[in-house]
């Protein structure tokens, strides 16, 4: 199991869910469970996803997390512009939120490719054990035809 507190992914993305509900506070009354609710909803899938996955004995089940984080943090950037052209964000909230998603993603990015080349190395490593038990069996079973 990972300690997700020290995965730098789940870190920028903790930061930005905290600056999504700071911003998100003055968002217009009318928008609590619209706008304002989906924005925070889809930040905070982000890092509970990452440490969801972390906690996942497979690469295959963490890569599961860790692709859904990274859609979660897709929408999230769609409802930061979309609060920014309904006014809702100013351009400096905005330029500010879109830097530390694009933080986030480039850090998550990595941490998937990472975790993928992992994931091929041991695919790889349990076919070849596979084929080599498969063959070492095959020499001492009588063949019958």
């Known amino acids: 199991m ?4 020290k995965i730098e992914a789940w870190k920028l993305s903790d930061d ?5 509900y700071e911003r998100t506070r003055t968002f217009p009354k009318e928008e609590l469970y619209g706008l304002t609710s989906q924005l925070r909803r889809a930040a905070y899938s982000v890092p509970a996803n990452i440490a969801e996955g972390s906690a996942r004995s497979s690469k295959r089940d963490y890569l ?21 052209r ?17 933080m986030a993603f480039a850090c998550l990015h990595g941490l998937i490719q990472a975790v993928e080349r992992e994931s091929s190395k041991l695919a790889k490593g349990a076919a ?3 084929s080599g038990l498969i063959l070492c069996l095959a020499r001492f079973l009588p063949v019958s035809l």
């Open 86 to 102: 309904l006014r809702y964000l100013s351009d400096a909230d905005y330029d500010a939120l879109l830097d530390q998603t694009k």
């Open 16 to 20: 930005l869910t905290v600056a999504i």
């Open 128 to 130: 070849l054990l596979t």
């Open 64 to 84: 599961h997390f860790l692709y859904i984080a990274r859609s979660s943090l897709t929408e999230a950037q769609y409802f930061i512009h979309l609060a920014h």
């Open 2 to 5: 990972r300690d997700y507190t």
